[in-house]
């Protein structure tokens, strides 16, 4: 689809009340910084929020063949286009450092067709849509998936082959980032990945995608960075947005192996290791009702 740097803005967008503050939104989403705060003192429970529907909602299938896509809130509801059920799902369940091989039982069309989705909240709605959370927007787009796609998932967690990112012996040598900017972004290409203002979580998330097996931050870096890693990738390190007859400028044939470049240019190490993934079990699934 598109570059990492794309996917990540993007599919922070489904998370965030406006495209404006859809990196901030990302930011305080995936990766917070600063002094962990002391647990609040015990407080009487809230009582349940009812939340809005979607009163008017328009799924499509996209014909298009296009290379661009969105996925976005907008001030009164949800604008998706030319996007697959997969990554909606994905977007949905806040499951984005998650490969495709995590979704289990998902069928097959659900990653090749795309969809076009319109949802609106009723005019009376509006104002309460607008003030709700993280959570609750991703619980507002499960239960529109049910009810037109019929889905029916469940979490799991299986033990799985991971890579665990630590800091090296010599220490992390990341650059911190001077940019003022609330927002960050990590742009993936074949051999090279660079992030901008960026935190341990979404370089983890750019790794998992290249390497093919879910990374973990176990590094405890906090803060933002600017950094450039580059290496001599194989013939599998292939970025979904690339195809392998894309133009590009061949690498380096003598440069080091991510691994290597991951520990010299980053002081940062990838480790092998199994430990607990999650999984969404796709219990029941079918192709969109009709508008």
Same mark, same amino acid.
């Given at each position: 689809m598109a570059s990492m740097e794309t996917r990540v803005s993007t599919w922070c967008r489904i998370l965030a009340p406006s495209v404006a503050g859809a990196m901030a939104a990302a930011t305080l989403a995936f990766g917070q910084t600063g002094t962990p705060k002391a647990p609040p003192s015990p407080q009487p429970a809230a009582a349940p929020v009812k939340l809005p529907s979607f *009163?008017?909602?328009?799924v499509k299938q996209n014909m298009s063949g296009a290379a661009t896509y969105k996925l976005a809130f907008t001030s009164d509801g949800l604008a998706i286009e030319n996007v697959s059920l997969l990554h909606i799902i994905r977007a949905a369940y806040g499951m984005f450092n998650s490969l495709d *091989?995590?979704? =289990? @039982? =998902?069928p097959g069309w659900a990653s090749t067709e795309n969809f076009d989705i319109q949802a609106k909240v009723a005019d009376a709605d509006v104002a309460v849509f607008q003030k709700l959370n993280f959570d609750k927007r991703q619980l507002m787009v499960q239960a529109l998936l049910a009810d037109r796609f019929k889905l029916q998932a469940h979490h799991e967690t299986r033990d799985l082959p991971i890579y665990e990112l630590v800091t090296a012996k010599s220490g992390p040598t990341l650059q911190l980032s001077k940019s003022a900017d609330p @927002?960050?972004?990590v742009k993936r290409e074949r051999g090279r990945i660079? @992030?901008?203002n960026a935190v341990m979580y979404q370089l983890a998330t750019a790794l998992t995608d290249t390497l093919g097996r879910t990374v973990v931050d176990k590094t405890g870096v906090q803060g933002k960075y600017d950094f450039a890693l580059i290496w001599t990738?194989?013939?599998a390190d292939t970025p979904p947005s690339q195809s392998p007859n894309a133009a590009a400028q061949p690498p380096d044939a003598s440069g080091p192996s991510i691994f290597t470049a991951i520990q010299e240019q980053l002081g940062l190490k990838l480790v092998p290791a199994k430990g607990p993934v999650e999984v969404l079990v796709i219990d029941h699934v079918e192709h969109p009702s009709a508008n």
């Open positions: *009163d008017v909602v328009s *091989d995590k979704f =289990i @039982g =998902i @927002g960050g972004a660079t @992030g901008q990738p194989d013939e």
